[in-house]
């Protein structure tokens, strides 16, 4: 993630260029610097938050259709065992005559 830094140092010479007394405009630069690191936290857990959900939404469907993939196999696989023995039972049969 990118980090986001806040200059106290020039936004408290700002507010005291302003006409704030000094422990004021630091105090006021440092409540500043962390509430901004306290939204800018809050934003990254949400991102984190979101993009997990997507790729927990993609981990399904590719479950799902990796399942949907199996099953059409196992159809495919069993069909043709049938058809095998059908054959292999045609021939013993005509075989035996």
Known sequence: MATMTFDTLAYAKKLKAA???EIQAEIQAETQRETIEIVVNELETRHLKELATKADI?????MTALAEAKAEI???VVGLIFMQTGVIVALMLRLAK
């Open 19 to 21: 006409g704030v007394p």
């Open 58 to 62: 993609r981990d399904m469907a590719t």
């Open 74 to 76: 196992i159809k495919w």
